[in-house]
């Protein structure tokens, strides 16, 4: 029961025994005694029920209180627009294959269709997610001004926060850490639980070369489409698989297809920051390297977060890309730094 409704049912009721009493007390005195112990029988079990009323109303406060893990100041409100989900083919079995993404940005852009249909089969998560001992309670580690869904930094600073999704894979996901290492770029990793366990050892080279590693579920599944509890298992598989491979608590976390719908309370409130981004390379469309770099070229600014992808498919094109963006935009003066360190949260959990 909310507000208003409370609130109206509550007056009615003490008017109720106003009008009992008075008409017991005031009008008929002389009633007989009968009579006047029905009415105050009557008038003590409105009493009664709108304690209980009271008190139910005030736990059921409290408790939404608690979940509601308001954000900051309360005009805080969330990225603009919420990234558009569209139905994607419902294809079974096969969970990373291209990468699809596209969220919304922060400010009006054109939108890019594309949207493949990728898809999930998973399995029974739900064991995954009461248990979990970590899962405690993240709620409060973020920063004030933080909003749930991060597309961008500030523009204060000329930097920039390259973002690869879908690994580690075997393949190319190395390539890049070799070019980032020799370009002495730090990126942030969104990974997939299944493939950290496929390639643990690539999961620990993105850690041990400076890079934040980051949650992007178990195995790519559209999270609006799961329910609450199946949503937590695939954050939380992923996060016991990362921490057993790398010792790493994840508090960073992108749903695949940037897919946030009605879900963003959910995810923040098991402890992530959603990161999404304002820069769609499409390099999951397979263009050529030039076209990958052009399509940064054009957008980039202060404070973006840029999306590539080291796996989940054939990623010679962003390897090929990578040199040659990393190269201008440094020529262009950006510098490079992680997702955390652009929007100043913290990577990992306590
Ligand atoms: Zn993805």
Redesign the pocket.
């Known amino acids: 029961m909310r507000g208003d409704t409370y609130v109206t049912l509550k007056y009615m009721n003490i008017l109720f025994v106003l009008h009992y009493l008075y008409c017991g007390i005031i009008l008929f005195p002389e009633e007989s005694e009968r009579m006047n112990r029905k009415l105050w029988g009557f008038s003590l079990f409105l009493v009664i029920f709108i304690g209980v009323i009271w008190m139910w109303n005030g736990s059921t406060d409290a408790q939404e209180e608690k979940s509601a893990f308001s954000p900051k100041s309360s005009e805080q409100k969330q990225a603009p627009s919420q990234p558009i989900e569209k139905k994607r083919g419902q294809a079974s079995s096969k969970p990373v294959e291209q990468?699809e993404?596209k969220p919304k940005k922060t400010p009006p852009e054109k939108k890019e269709t594309q949207e493949p249909a990728k898809d999930k089969q998973q399995p029974s998560d739900k064991a995954d997610s009461p248990d979990d001992p970590d899962q405690v309670d993240h709620s409060n580690d973020r920063s004030a001004s933080t909003p749930r869904v991060v597309y961008q930094g500030p523009s204060t600073s000329k930097q920039v926060a390259i973002t690869f999704?879908?690994g580690p894979d075997g393949k190319y996901t190395p390539q890049i850490l070799d070019i980032l290492q020799q370009k002495q770029v730090a990126a942030t990793f969104f990974v997939i639980g299944q493939e950290v366990r496929k390639h643990p050892a690539v999961a620990k080279r993105i850690v041990n070369e400076n890079h934040i590693i980051a949650n992007?579920t178990w195995d790519?599944s559209y999270l609006p489409k799961l329910s609450e509890s199946r949503i937590i298992g695939e954050l939380n598989r992923n996060y016991r698989e990362v921490y057993k491979t790398t010792g790493k608590k994840m508090s960073l976390m992108r749903p695949?297809y940037g897919a946030t719908k009605g879900i963003e309370k959910n995810l923040y409130q098991q402890g992530y920051q959603i990161i999404n981004w304002d820069i769609d390379s499409r390099d999951w469309t397979m263009p050529s390297p030039v076209t990958i770099q052009q399509k940064v070229f054009a957008h980039v600014k202060s404070g973006s977060i840029i999306l590539l992808h080291s796996g989940?498919g054939d990623r010679s094109r962003t390897v090929r890309a990578l040199p040659g963006l990393i190269d201008k935009l440094r020529n262009q003066g950006y510098q490079f730094t992680t997702v955390d360190r652009l929007i100043g949260v913290s990577p990992y959990r306590e």
Do not use: A, F, I, L
């Open positions: 990468p993404e999704d879908d992007h790519h695949p989940g």
